[in-house]
């Protein structure tokens, strides 16, 4: 499977000039979308380990392949994580809401992708000021990272 991703991986078509990338994006822009979808990788092992009963093999693949491309400044992979994260934050909550209903379960997990997926819009759309990348990583940190954390914490200790 590697194998049709490796020109995708290895190579890096995006021109560095004083850190900005080709598509107008600061590198560490492309970097720390990168790292986001490194961290929700992890995330999504660690909630499929104990609190779900299937283990998102596939999303994660995606992820991690969509990562090293971004680490690697591919402007190709610029592409991708836009459609996925685009793609997340409307189909997930479409299926979240029709198998779960309205309920604080779906609302919750919406809350989780939105802010994933409009923190990595926020890094990889438009001119990457310092203002914009520090909202970017707030709105991770506040509407996805620290409340799956806490989530998790909490499950864990009613599970023991």
């Known amino acids: 499977m590697m194998e049709i991703f490796k020109d995708y991986i290895d190579e ?5 000039t004083e850190g900005i990338t080709s598509t107008g994006q600061s590198t560490l822009a492309y ?3 990168a790292i986001l979808f490194l961290v929700n990788i992890f995330l999504m092992l660690v909630s499929s380990l104990g609190f779900s009963t299937t283990t998102r093999i596939i999303p994660m693949v995606i992820d ?3 990562s090293i491309g971004l680490l690697k400044l591919n402007y ?3 592409g991708f994580a836009l459609i996925r994260v685009a793609g997340g934050a409307i189909i997930w909550p479409i299926i979240y809401f029709s198998q779960y209903g309205f309920s604080i379960f779906s609302l919750i997990i919406t809350i989780f ?3 994933f997926t409009g923190a990595i819009f926020l890094l990889l759309t438009g001119k990457s000021q310092k203002l914009r990348i520090i909202i970017a990583i707030g709105i991770y940190i506040g509407f996805t990272f620290l409340p799956l954390v806490l989530l998790l ?3 864990t200790l ?3």
């Open 153 to 155: 914490l909490i499950a």
């Open 64 to 66: 991690l392949i969509i």
């Open 12 to 16: 890096k078509e995006t021109e560095e």
């Open 31 to 33: 970097r720390l979308a």
């Open 113 to 115: 992708q939105l802010g």
């Open 158 to 160: 009613l599970v023991q």
């Open 76 to 78: 190709i992979a610029r």
